[in-house]
């Protein structure tokens, strides 16, 4: 079974600095998507990023980047310029490319509350 | 474009009663997963709908039940409540069951159960 591991419970940094939220996974599928969602005090999940295991390019959106270790299991989130609105969950997510009619649906870790401080 | 929308927003049951709480996709989408994230975790996968026809389900007892309905729209069923039950419900749609496809989220229904 997939399992996602977030190892920092909470971070904290400040206003328009640059933060690493770690997560490491195990999986024996060679091929699987991974994300990371944001959930405010809202409580809405929001995806900030994703990344295809087959492309080696880390994926990037803007302010937000990751550095995606294939051999590691390892998928850190790297925000830049961070921003009060950042405060937030993050959830480190794994999905395995699904057949229809078996699971193929989102793994979480348990999270890292981010603090963003002025 | 409507987003994803789920209701009531709150709900407070006792243990043993029933509960429904329902989610509208957001338009043009065909599948609807849920979701239960108790405090402090992360969101467990209970099942997903796709066209109306279950398509796979995480490991919850046979008392959380689903149903999708012709406009893509979604319930889901709780009975004999437990006080483990008591969670932060979430629904995502999106528009296919492939992994490809991003599932959207609603703001959740918070269930209580005392």
């Known amino acids: 079974a997939q399992t996602v591991t977030q190892s920092q419970p909470e971070m904290s940094v400040q206003e328009a600095e640059t933060v690493t939220l770690s997560c490491t996974y195990d999986?024996?599928?060679?091929?699987?998507?991974l994300f990371w969602y944001k959930q405010p005090p809202s409580r809405q999940m929001i995806l900030v990023i994703r990344?295809?295991?087959?492309?080696?390019q880390n994926a990037t959106e803007n302010r937000f980047s990751v550095n995606f270790q294939k051999a590691a299991k390892s998928f850190s989130l790297k925000i830049s310029d961070s921003q009060l609105g950042d405060t937030a969950m993050y959830f480190c997510?794994?999905?395995?490319?699904?057949?229809?009619?078996?699971?193929?649906?989102?793994?979480f870790g348990k999270g890292t509350k981010l603090s963003v401080k002025p | 474009e409507t987003g994803v929308t789920q209701s009531p927003t709150h709900l407070i049951k006792t243990r043993g009663q029933q509960v429904t709480l329902r989610c509208s996709s957001q338009?043009?989408?065909?599948?609807v997963s849920w979701y239960q994230q108790a405090l402090g975790q992360g969101p467990q996968f209970i099942f997903q709908?796709?066209?109306?026809?279950?398509?796979g389900r995480g490991n919850f007892p046979p008392r959380f039940s689903g149903l999708q309905f012709p406009n893509y729209s979604s319930e889901l069923n709780v009975n004999a409540l437990e006080l483990d039950d008591s969670a932060l419900y979430l629904c995502?749609?999106?528009?296919?069951?492939?992994?490809?496809?991003?599932?959207?989220f609603g703001p959740g229904t918070r269930l209580t159960v005392l």
């Open positions: 990344q295809e295991a087959y492309k080696q």
């Open positions: 709908y796709y066209r109306e026809e279950e398509n």
């Open positions: 338009s043009g989408h065909n599948t």
């Open positions: 999986t024996s599928e060679s091929n699987y998507y």
């Open positions: 995502a749609s999106s528009a296919g069951w492939a992994a490809y496809n991003e599932q959207f």
């Open positions: 997510a794994f999905m395995k490319p699904s057949l229809r009619g078996s699971q193929g649906n989102l793994i």
